[in-house]
């Protein structure tokens, strides 16, 4: 098991050359657990980082351990990764101490044990030197020390975890939550991430107005001070999601378009003609979000109407609008009111949590395409693991600061996808940068709604919607050698016929 902690190696290799090996791979272990990242452990052993992902590759095969997660602050160690730590770093450094004569640097007389097995008295009196300078005779042993899960009545591990598994899962709720913050809040070393099924379980306690305030702070800020796991993502989507009144049949989407916008982001919401585009081409497009909870809270709900796109406020709204008109948006507070308060946290707490991530997985209506926004690239690759675990086979992410998929032309874009379960990434050049243009005596909304009439012309705010929506083709394609290219050609050709 990788989680008993007795012992760096696992398993031997008899041979002089798998011992060697090894030995370089704890070293490289030490530079992991260091520095937290592939590429600066690379850079601080002066190897290459394809280098280091092998040892990593290896370290993971021979403790049958993943070692790191990915969360939403980046790669975190696990539980057994973070028992081996001080050990690891021990012998690195002993590695480095011994190695130092090499480079020149003497050994510190401190670091060599004395050895005296007798002691021959001279043969005649040795003069009496005129200082105290000499060295005791007798070595230095090892400290005697009981680590402090072997102190009498000290709790250790295994007696945590018997504790943890007598609060079972018909227990009441506030026991419930209790297991979970108390699994994921201790700590390096004593804490882990929630399964795909604790996450979900914890979240739906929430939602149902089961949990005491303070669980719900704890829980959360915990998790986000971490950062959140795929796992946790995952849980925390399939339990908004089951909140939701689903119609027993309904029309499925081709495509789910999550629409989170912050109110901070004060520009026009292109990616809705994006998404319009999408839904001339046949495919059936829903779009889910909201605005936050100030004075424009109803923003996309009012541009939805502004381009004709049906603004539902239940599933089987949505389902109908979708059939009948081929897109549909539904505002997150009709779909599920208390995700929304918990969104509304963000007021009290000055930052968000994880469900600002999570609610980007929800798809309410399971299509099996989806297209995100993330303003920061280890989400991105994060969003792509969550998918995985919500057995969601296409996907493409691209970089955006408001965290809706919407293209930012001007600059290379890196499009994260997953097509047909495989990763499939395209990086598409910067091209010629257009600037955006102004709208005159126009208010922004009006500005908006003229792009799209004719009545006026901005090349920034065309390329904006013509490469979104080329994002949504490729993602929809499902083939991982499809060409963006070619995407944005049938954008453009679709963008020409809009006035019919």
């Known amino acids: 098991m990788a989680g008993d902690g007795h012992g760096l190696g696992r398993k031997v290799d008899d041979s002089g050359a798998g011992a060697f090996s090894q030995v370089k791979l704890l070293v490289a272990f030490d ?31 021979l403790y049958d351990d993943p070692i790191f997660i990915r969360t939403g602050q980046g790669m975190r160690p696990t539980p057994f990764a973070e028992t081996l730590r001080l050990r690891v770093r021990g012998l690195a450094s002993e590695t480095e101490v011994l190695l130092a004569a090499t480079n020149g640097t003497p050994l510190a007389k401190s670091a060599v044990l004395p050895v005296a097995d007798h002691v021959t008295a001279p043969l005649s009196p040795a003069p009496v030197p005129d200082n105290w300078s000499v060295e005791t005779r007798t070595g230095i042993i090892p400290l005697s020390v009981t680590p402090a899960d072997q102190l009498e009545a000290a709790p250790t591990p295994r007696s945590k975890a018997i504790r943890m598994a007598t609060i079972g899962d018909n227990a009441d709720p506030h026991r419930r939550l209790a297991r979970y913050i108390a699994t994921t809040a201790p700590g390096p070393g004593q804490s882990r991430p929630l399964t795909q099924e604790e996450a979900r379980d914890a979240l739906a306690l929430i939602l ?9 702070g704890a829980l959360l800020m915990t998790i ?36 989170y916008v912050s109110p901070k982001i004060r520009t026009a919401p292109w990616f809705l003609h994006a998404a319009r585009l999408v839904a001339m081409a046949g495919h059936k497009v829903f779009l889910h979000g909201h605005y936050g909870s100030g004075p424009e809270s109803g923003k996309l709900e009012m541009a939805a109407e502004d381009c004709g796109i049906p603004v539902c406020l239940t599933l089987a709204e949505a389902s109908e609008a979708l059939n009948h008109q081929g897109i549909a948006f539904a505002p997150l507070g009709a779909l599920a009111p208390q995700t929304r308060c918990l969104l509304g946290l963000h007021a009290m707490f000055e930052m968000r949590n994880p469900l600002h991530s999570a609610i980007h997985m929800i798809n309410p209506l399971s299509a099996k395409t989806a297209i995100l926004g993330a303003s920061q690239s280890s989400r991105r690759d994060l969003y792509r693991d969550v998918a995985r675990h919500l057995d969601l086979p296409n996907i493409a992410l691209i970089g955006s600061v408001r965290d809706v998929a919407e293209y930012t032309p001007g600059r290379m874009v890196k499009i994260f996808r997953m097509a047909s379960g495989v990763d499939a990434d395209t990086t598409v050049a910067a091209g010629r940068k257009v600037k955006p243009g102004t709208s005159g005596m126009l208010t922004q909304r009006e ?29 929809l394609s499902g083939d991982p050698q499809a060409r963006f290219d070619d995407c944005v050609k049938r954008a453009g050709e679709l963008w020409a016929e809009r006035k019919r």
């Open 447 to 475: 500005y908006w709604q003229a792009i799209w009439s004719g009545a006026a012309r901005d090349e920034w705010a065309e390329a904006v919607i013509l490469k979104t929506a080329a994002v949504a083709f490729l993602a």
């Open 208 to 216: 149902d107005g089961q949990a005491d305030p303070l669980q719900i």
């Open 224 to 259: 986000h001070y971490r950062g959140a796991s795929a796992s946790e993502l995952a849980g925390f989507a399939e339990a908004i999601r089951n909140t939701m009144t689903i119609p027993a049949r309904f029309t499925r989407p081709d495509l789910d378009w999550p629409a």
């Open 31 to 61: 530079a992991l657990l260091r520095e937290g990242s592939v590429s600066r452990a690379a850079a601080s052993l002066k190897l290459q980082v394809s280098a280091v992902s092998r040892m990593l590759s290896d370290l993971r095969k």
